[in-house]
C-alpha cells in the first residue's frame, strides 16, 4: 500500500493493484501539520509518450492529507476529486499537448507513480531534471484485464479484430465493440468488458490489417459475419448478441441492432441516428451516408470545433436508420456538451422515432457536462486532441471532473442493460475485485 519515504511521510495507494474501471484510495500521513504538499501522478504510454497529473493539497492538523475527502487548491484540477489524479492525467509539458491516451497493450496494466512532494509546485517543476526527491511514492498497476481473461486474435473471413473471453467455461453474452473514425483496432473496452462477464469482440472496420485504409463503402454482410463468428464461438451464448459503439461506432451498433435479426441489444455513445459518411450496402441497396462540410467548422485557439460539420440528419431521410423496425433494445449515452457533433439532437431523432411507433425499447442517459468521448471509468480525460483524417486538433468537449464522474454512471449502465438485455442469470456474473488482483 505504501513506499518508502522521506523525512518521515508516508504515501498509501489502495489498493496497490486494481482492475482500470476500480477506485483507489489515496492518503498521506506523516506531514507536518499544514504543510503544502504536491501529488503527483505520471505514466508512459507505449509509444513511451509521458502522461502526467498533479494536485495541491494542504495537510491537516494532524499532518495528514486523504484526497478521497479534502480539496485540491490547484494544479490540474481543484476541489474534492477523489480519482483526479488519474482523470487528468495529460500530456507532460515536453510532449505535443494534443496527444490522446490510447492505450494499445492491453495485456498490461499502466504503471502509475503517484508521489508527495513538498510545496505547492508546477508542471515545470515537476518534469525537470533539477526537481528534488519526492518525500514518498508508489508505483500503482491499473490493469485491462483481469485475471484469467483471454484474448484472441480474429481473422474469421473478412472479419478482424480481437476477442476477448472471461475466465471459465461460459457461455458468456457476446458483444461486439466498436470505435470511430480514429480507425485501426482498439481493444481496451472489450478487454474491460471481458473482465465484467461478457465474450467481446474488439472490431476493426477500416484501416487496420488488410482493411480498406479510408472510410470507402461499408456492407452489411461484413458485420453479419462477425455476428455469425460470436454465435458460433463455443464460449459464448448462441441465442443473442449486443452491440456497442462510440461516434461513428454508434450508428453502426444501430443498423446491426435494426438489420440483424441476432443482434438483441444496441449501446449508441454520442452516435448519430444516421449512416455517417460512408455508403452502406444493406443486401442490394445503398444507404447514403451523412457529409461532413468542413467550411462550417471553427477554429478555437487552433482547434477545430466540428459541432456544426455534419449535415443534418433530417435533410437526408434515406440515410436516417430505421430504428423503430428494429427487434433489439437501446441505449443511448449522450454528452450535453458533446462538440463533435450534435448528439443531443441525434439522440432525440432516433428516440421520437421508436416512440412514434410505440416502442419503449430504450433508454437515454444524457450527462450535462460530459463531452464526446465518453469512455469506461478513470481514462484520462482528453477535452481536444489531434485527429489523422482532419490533420488538425479537434474539440470533443466536456468538463473534467464532470466528464470523469459521467463515465463512471454510464460504464454501469453499460453493464446492467448488457446484463438485463442478453439475459445473463445473475448467478453467472462474474465480477472481479481488487481481492482478485
Same mark, same amino acid.
Given at each position: 500500500?505504501?513506499?518508502?519515504?522521506?523525512? #518521515?511521510?508516508?504515501?498509501s495507494?489502495?489498493?496497490?493493484?486494481c482492475l482500470?474501471?476500480?477506485?483507489?484510495c489515496i492518503?498521506?500521513?506523516?506531514?507536518k501539520?499544514?504543510?503544502?504538499v504536491?501529488l @503527483?501522478?505520471?505514466m508512459?504510454?507505449?509509444?513511451?509518450?509521458h502522461?502526467?497529473?498533479?494536485a @495541491?493539497?494542504?495537510?491537516?492538523?494532524n499532518g495528514?492529507?486523504?484526497v478521497d475527502?479534502?480539496?485540491?487548491?490547484?494544479?490540474?484540477?481543484?476541489?474534492?476529486f477523489?480519482?483526479?489524479?488519474?482523470?487528468?492525467l495529460?500530456?507532460?509539458?515536453?510532449?505535443?499537448?494534443?496527444?490522446?491516451?490510447?492505450?494499445?497493450?492491453?495485456e498490461?496494466p499502466?504503471?502509475?507513480t503517484i508521489?508527495?512532494h513538498?510545496?505547492?509546485?508546477?508542471?515545470?517543476?515537476?518534469?525537470? =531534471?533539477?526537481?528534488?526527491?519526492p518525500?514518498?511514492?508508489?508505483? @500503482?498497476?491499473?490493469?485491462?484485464?483481469?485475471? #484469467?481473461?483471454?484474448?484472441?486474435?480474429?481473422?474469421?473471413?473478412k472479419?478482424?479484430?480481437?476477442?476477448?473471453?472471461?475466465?471459465g467455461?461460459?457461455?458468456?453474452?457476446g458483444?461486439?465493440?466498436?470505435?470511430?473514425?480514429?480507425?485501426?483496432?482498439?481493444e481496451?473496452?472489450?478487454?474491460q468488458?471481458a473482465?465484467?462477464?461478457?465474450?467481446?469482440?474488439?472490431?476493426?472496420?477500416?484501416?487496420?490489417?488488410?482493411l480498406?485504409?479510408?472510410?470507402?463503402?461499408?456492407?452489411?454482410?461484413?458485420?453479419?459475419?462477425?455476428?455469425?463468428?460470436?454465435l458460433k464461438?463455443?464460449?459464448?451464448m448462441?441465442?443473442?448478441i449486443g452491440?456497442?459503439?462510440?461516434?461513428?461506432?454508434?450508428?453502426?451498433?444501430?443498423?446491426m441492432?435494426?438489420?440483424?435479426?441476432?443482434?438483441?441489444?444496441?449501446?449508441?455513445?454520442?452516435g448519430c441516428?444516421?449512416?455517417?459518411?460512408?455508403?452502406?450496402?444493406i443486401?442490394?441497396r445503398?444507404?447514403?451516408?451523412?457529409?461532413?462540410?468542413?467550411?462550417?467548422?471553427?477554429?478555437e485557439?487552433?482547434?477545430?470545433?466540428?459541432?456544426?460539420?455534419?449535415?443534418?440528419?433530417?435533410?437526408?431521410?434515406?440515410a436516417?436508420?430505421?430504428?423503430?423496425?428494429a427487434?433489439?433494445?437501446f441505449?443511448?449515452?449522450? #454528452?450535453r456538451?458533446d462538440?463533435n457533433?450534435?448528439s443531443?439532437?441525434?439522440?432525440?431523432?432516433?428516440?421520437?422515432?421508436?416512440i412514434?411507433?410505440?416502442?419503449?425499447?430504450?433508454e437515454?442517459c444524457?450527462?450535462n457536462?460530459?463531452?464526446?468521448?465518453?469512455?469506461?471509468?478513470?481514462a484520462?480525460?482528453?477535452?481536444a486532441?489531434?485527429?489523422?483524417?482532419l490533420?488538425?486538433?479537434?474539440m470533443?468537449?466536456?468538463?473534467?471532473q =464532470?466528464?470523469?464522474?459521467?463515465?463512471?454512471q454510464?460504464?454501469?449502465?453499460?453493464?446492467?442493460f448488457?446484463?438485463k438485455?442478453l439475459?445473463l442469470p445473475k448467478?453467472?456474473i462474474?465480477?472481479?475485485?481488487?481481492a482478485?488482483?
Open positions: 500500500m505504501s513506499s518508502t519515504s522521506q523525512e #518521515g511521510a508516508i504515501l495507494v489502495n489498493p496497490l493493484s482500470h474501471d476500480e477506485p483507489v492518503k498521506v500521513s506523516g506531514l501539520p499544514n504543510q503544502d504536491t @503527483h501522478s505520471s508512459k504510454d507505449v509509444r513511451n509518450i502522461f502526467m497529473s498533479y @495541491h493539497y494542504r495537510a491537516d492538523g495528514e492529507v486523504d475527502v479534502m480539496e485540491s487548491l490547484g494544479g490540474e484540477y481543484e476541489g474534492v477523489p480519482m483526479g489524479l488519474f482523470g487528468s495529460a500530456p507532460a509539458p515536453n510532449e505535443y499537448k494534443y496527444t490522446r491516451f490510447f492505450k494499445r497493450d492491453v498490461n499502466n504503471l502509475v508521489s508527495v513538498d510545496g505547492h509546485l508546477s508542471a515545470e517543476t515537476l518534469c525537470s =531534471s533539477e526537481a528534488s526527491k518525500l514518498s511514492s508508489v508505483v @500503482h498497476e491499473r490493469h485491462y484485464m483481469a485475471p #484469467g481473461v483471454q484474448r484472441i486474435p480474429v481473422r474469421y473471413g472479419v478482424r479484430g480481437a476477442l476477448f473471453l472471461p475466465p467455461d461460459g457461455p458468456f453474452p458483444v461486439v465493440d466498436m470505435f470511430g473514425t480514429a480507425g485501426g483496432l482498439l481496451f473496452r472489450s478487454a468488458l473482465s465484467r462477464g461478457f465474450a467481446s469482440l474488439a472490431l476493426a472496420f477500416f484501416n487496420y490489417d488488410d480498406p485504409k479510408g472510410l470507402e463503402e461499408f456492407d452489411i454482410a461484413y458485420f453479419e459475419e462477425a455476428v455469425e463468428y460470436l464461438h463455443e464460449k459464448v448462441n441465442q443473442s452491440a456497442i459503439g462510440v461516434s461513428k461506432g454508434g450508428d453502426l451498433a444501430l443498423s441492432a435494426t438489420y440483424i435479426p441476432e443482434v438483441k441489444a444496441a449501446v449508441s455513445i454520442n441516428n444516421a449512416n455517417v459518411q460512408a455508403e452502406f450496402k443486401s442490394s445503398i444507404v447514403p451516408g451523412l457529409q461532413f462540410d468542413v467550411s462550417r467548422a471553427k477554429f485557439n487552433e482547434i477545430l470545433d466540428c459541432f456544426d460539420v455534419l449535415d443534418d440528419s433530417l435533410s437526408m431521410p434515406e436516417i436508420i430505421p430504428v423503430e423496425e427487434d433489439a433494445n441505449l443511448f449515452l449522450v #454528452g456538451d462538440r457533433w450534435k443531443v439532437e441525434y439522440a432525440d431523432h432516433a428516440v421520437n422515432r421508436l412514434r411507433a410505440g416502442k419503449s425499447n430504450f437515454v444524457i450527462y457536462d460530459a463531452g464526446h468521448l465518453i469512455e469506461p471509468p478513470y484520462p480525460f482528453s477535452s486532441s489531434y485527429h489523422g483524417l490533420s488538425s486538433p479537434i470533443w468537449g466536456g468538463q473534467k =464532470s466528464h470523469c464522474e459521467a463515465q463512471v454510464a460504464w454501469q449502465r453499460v453493464i446492467n448488457l446484463f438485455t439475459c448467478r453467472k462474474m465480477i472481479c475485485t481488487r482478485n488482483l
